[in-house]
């Protein structure tokens, strides 16, 4: 997708602003002047004022100025541009897009993953929590080939691992027969047969926040009975590298260093995806406390071992 000329503009001033942190009007315009979109020409102020608008109305960004501090630009609510908010992911997006498109003569070189193909679930979800309407889906889960039909009030989406996820909110009044019933469910869009939209209004709970719902998680296992806990890693040779450039967690920070390693300590509910990412990362990752969770990853790591001198032995021609 080739990204249109004003979109590239509206990029490159958000990301300018950004990364200056608070800019003159006249740094701005000396900064546009060395880019291939000026073609030499100045940037206007009555064209930057209706970009700023147009970033504002398009993007949820604005661009405020502080007056008394020699009129300097800054990004009014960049904590709308944190790693998982939408307007970073779109700007990123936009911004990836249109270099590829731009390089299209290397195609062959440029390797990507594929992006989940759920336009269609993705509108009817979102057109649902535009208008407060319950949804209803025909789910299969994983181990099963009967898929369920459920309903349920649409809370919030979630982009992980190019996989789209809806959480849905159910609630049951009580009654004679049965009690209350209150709880969250998240369903993967790769597994949802067919959906559609009912005519059942709902509100939203105003004290429910979707980031906070899932900041004390790894993914999106959302195990209510997994208490949250301090977690400290040892990431060993490069591992200690990757984890300080993509963090596993948004509260990871490092707490120590040796001469081949680096710990780390987190805070979340150790889930079993977490413990799946960290088994996965073999002898470069270390479990150092709690120490109930050391033991687990330790005992995975035993039976996986297992697992293969198991297979070996089987596949040993007969008499040996």
């Known amino acids: 997708m080739k990204i249109p000329a004003k979109f590239k503009e509206y990029i490159w001033l958000v990301n300018t602003i950004r990364k200056a942190r608070r800019i003159t009007f006249a740094e701005i315009q000396e900064k546009w002047l060395d880019t291939d979109m000026s073609e030499g020409v100045e940037l206007t102020r ?25 009129y300097q630009y800054f990004i009014g609510n960049d904590d709308v541009l944190h790693n998982d908010s939408v307007q970073n992911w779109m700007l990123s997006t936009l911004s990836v897009s249109n270099i590829i498109s731009e390089s299209l003569s290397l195609q062959d070189r440029i390797l990507l993953q594929p992006v989940p193909a759920e336009g269609n679930y993705l509108k009817m979800v979102i057109d649902a929590m535009k208008k407060n309407v319950r949804i209803e889906v025909e789910y299969r889960k994983y181990g099963t080939d009967r898929p369920n039909r459920l309903d349920f009030e649409p809370y919030c989406l979630k982009l992980f691992k190019q996989r789209w996820y809806v959480l849905g ?43 906070k719902y899932f900041a004390e998680f790894y993914g999106v296992l959302a ?6 806990e301090h977690i400290v890693l040892r990431a060993y040779g490069y591992e200690r590298y990757y984890l300080r450039d993509l963090p596993i967690h948004e509260s990871q920070h490092e707490i120590g260093h040796g001469e081949d390693f680096a710990d780390f300590e987190l805070f979340l509910r150790p889930t079993v995806d977490f413990s799946g990412h960290i088994l996965s990362r073999g002898s470069q990752l270390k479990v150092l406390s709690p120490k109930w969770l050391a033991d687990e990853i330790s005992v995975m790591h035993k039976e996986a071992a297992q697992m293969y001198e198991t297979e070996e032995e089987d596949n040993l021609p007969n008499g040996q």
């Not at 970009?51 to 661009?63: C, K, L, N, T, V």
């Not at 195990?223 to 949250?228: E, H, K, L, Q, V």
């Open 46 to 70: 009555s064209t930057f004022s209706r970009h700023r608008i147009a970033i504002e109305e398009m993007f949820g960004i604005y661009i405020d100025c502080d007056r008394k501090n020699g």
């Open 169 to 211: 909110h159910f609630h049951r009044d009580a009654t004679e027969e049965k009690p209350e019933s209150d709880y969250f469910g998240l369903f993967s869009f790769d597994r949802i047969m067919s959906m559609s939209l009912t005519k059942v209004k709902f509100r939203i709970d105003p004290d429910f926040d979707a980031q």
């Open 223 to 228: 195990d209510n009975g997994t208490a949250p």
